[in-house]
């Protein structure tokens, strides 16, 4: 019977998706007037081999993602956007080849917002913004390390209040308040990652939104033309956390966090564009462990000829506490790319990741098509 009800939910959920996908291209049509629907499908073929450990143990992974992100403009400053991904949401097992296998869809952000061009806010599934890197590490394979502080699949709101200077140019304040989002969206839509429970406990996984994080954006200066920068500040409540067993430990701390990141960019004259980043972060009694931190230094450039491009990006995490967990570890990506249309990219990667103690080193081609509406 069990098995039952979870096909109904199963096929009731991708009855929804379908009609969701369906209104969006009837209302874009007319995408002029309110309401309006309007966003971008991305569809990517992925290829990653790697080898693994000083016997290079090889493992190929051949897989798809695609991205819905759909925004329904309600009025001129009204939205509701809905960010829904096709990816593997498993990893593969380390010495077996993967095709196609553990593919399923997910919500990423849903929310409803409103902006009036100098302040604004959104509230439901979202995610709190506090450092960069964890999704703007220049190219590809390069994010891994520092998605330890992304605060995404979050539950809560968020405002900001845009400034605009002659000396500092466009400065942007945000704050979020947010719980870890324990929903029926944290569940993928074929169960392949299950629904998120306040059981587990951990950063923000709690019954309100305590956590919070605050940012200072800026950009469009005059006298530094091309520069951006941002500084961020979170704090997640932690109530318990589970240990290897699955047993409460209470012993906790809330778990506090620090980042500062620049990026440049300069266009020069021959034709070359350049956009150079740096980010560092700082996490305290990470996890919620009382005296676990957590370092992270990124730096990288990204180089565009026409429609060449060239990205570098380095990866430095110091792990540090009383336990197992505490390492140096460090990835480097070296990606190529060329874009042959407005819609069609391909790229490809060379990454070597050294992660607790053990060294990764991987390939991967991503052929691209984004389909804007």
Same mark, same amino acid.
């Given at each position: 019977?069990?098995?039952?009800?979870?096909?109904?939910?199963?096929?009731?959920?991708?009855?929804?998706?379908?009609?969701?996908?369906?209104?969006?291209?009837?209302?874009?049509?007319?995408?002029?007037?309110?309401?309006?629907?309007?966003?971008?499908?991305?569809?990517?073929?992925?290829?990653?081999?790697?080898?693994? +450990? =000083?016997?290079? /143990?090889?493992?190929?992974?051949? %897989?798809?993602? !695609?991205?819905?992100? $759909?925004?329904?403009?309600?009025?001129?400053?009204?939205?509701?956007?809905?960010?829904?991904?096709?990816?593997?949401?498993?990893?593969?097992?380390?010495?077996?080849?993967?095709?196609?296998?553990?593919?399923?869809?997910?919500?990423?952000?849903?929310?409803?917002?409103?902006?009036?061009?100098?302040?604004?806010?959104?509230?439901?599934?979202?995610?709190?913004?506090?450092?960069?890197?964890?999704?703007?590490?220049?190219?590809?394979?390069?994010?891994?390390?520092?998605?330890?502080?992304?605060?995404?699949?979050?539950?809560?709101?968020?405002?900001?209040?845009?400034?605009?200077?002659?000396?500092?140019?466009?400065?942007?304040?945000?704050?979020?308040?947010?719980?870890?989002?324990?929903?029926?969206?944290?569940?993928?839509?074929?169960?392949?990652?299950?629904?998120?429970?306040?059981?587990?406990? +951990? =950063?923000?996984? /709690?019954?309100?939104?305590?956590? %919070?994080?605050? !940012?200072?954006?800026? $950009?469009?200066?005059?006298?530094?033309?091309?520069?951006?920068?941002?500084?961020?500040?979170?704090?997640?409540?932690?109530?318990?956390?589970?240990?290897?067993?699955?047993?409460?430990?209470?012993?906790?701390?809330?778990?506090?966090?620090?980042?500062?990141?620049?990026?440049?960019?300069?266009?020069?004259?021959?034709?070359?564009?350049?956009?150079?980043?740096?980010?560092?972060?700082?996490?305290?009694?990470?996890?919620?462990?009382?005296?676990?931190?957590?370092?992270?230094?990124?730096?990288?450039?990204?180089?565009?000829?026409?429609?060449?491009?060239?990205?570098?990006?380095?990866?430095?995490?110091?792990?540090?506490?009383?336990?197992?967990?505490?390492?140096?570890?460090?990835?480097?990506?070296?990606?190529?790319?060329?874009?042959?249309?407005?819609?069609?990219?391909?790229?490809?990667?060379?990454?070597?990741?050294?992660?607790?103690?053990?060294?990764?080193?991987?390939?991967?081609?991503?052929?691209?098509?984004?389909?804007?509406?």
């Amino acid at each position: 019977m069990a098995m039952k009800i979870s096909l109904i939910d199963v096929n009731s959920r991708l009855g929804s998706i379908c009609g969701a996908f369906l209104l969006t291209f009837i209302a874009s049509a007319n995408a002029e007037d309110f309401p309006a629907l309007n966003g971008s499908i991305v569809l990517e073929l992925n290829n990653r081999t790697t080898w693994v +450990g =000083p016997k290079h /143990t090889q493992r190929n992974d051949l %897989f798809l993602f !695609a991205e819905a992100n $759909t925004a329904l403009q309600l009025t001129e400053n009204w939205l509701v956007r809905a960010i829904v991904t096709l990816e593997p949401l498993a990893d593969p097992y380390p010495d077996k080849n993967r095709a196609f296998e553990n593919e399923d869809v997910r919500w990423k952000d849903v929310f409803i917002q409103y902006d009036n061009g100098v302040a604004g806010f959104r509230g439901g599934r979202i995610t709190a913004d506090f450092g960069f890197a964890w999704y703007g590490a220049p190219g590809l394979e390069a994010t891994t390390l520092a998605e330890d502080y992304a605060v995404w699949d979050r539950m809560g709101a968020s405002g900001w209040y845009r400034l605009q200077s002659d000396t500092f140019g466009s400065t942007t304040v945000s704050a979020s308040m947010y719980s870890l989002d324990t929903s029926l969206f944290s569940a993928s839509w074929l169960n392949t990652r299950q629904q998120k429970t306040a059981s587990r406990g +951990g =950063p923000s996984n /709690t019954d309100s939104p305590t956590s %919070f994080a605050v !940012a200072l954006y800026g $950009t469009d200066i005059p006298k530094l033309p091309g520069l951006s920068w941002q500084l961020a500040l979170l704090r997640q409540q932690v109530d318990f956390v589970t240990d290897s067993s699955g047993q409460r430990v209470y012993s906790v701390a809330d778990e506090k966090g620090a980042s500062a990141n620049l990026q440049q960019r300069i266009a020069f004259d021959n034709g070359i564009d350049s956009t150079t980043v740096g980010e560092v972060v700082y996490l305290k009694d990470k996890g919620g462990i009382p005296g676990a931190s957590g370092r992270y230094l990124i730096v990288g450039e990204t180089l565009r000829y026409g429609r060449w491009r060239a990205q570098t990006a380095l990866t430095t995490r110091w792990l540090d506490g009383a336990s197992a967990d505490s390492s140096r570890d460090r990835l480097f990506a070296l990606t190529a790319g060329y874009d042959f249309t407005d819609r069609w990219s391909c790229d490809a990667v060379w990454r070597q990741a050294r992660v607790f103690g053990e060294t990764a080193d991987s390939v991967r081609v991503r052929l691209r098509y984004q389909l804007p509406f």
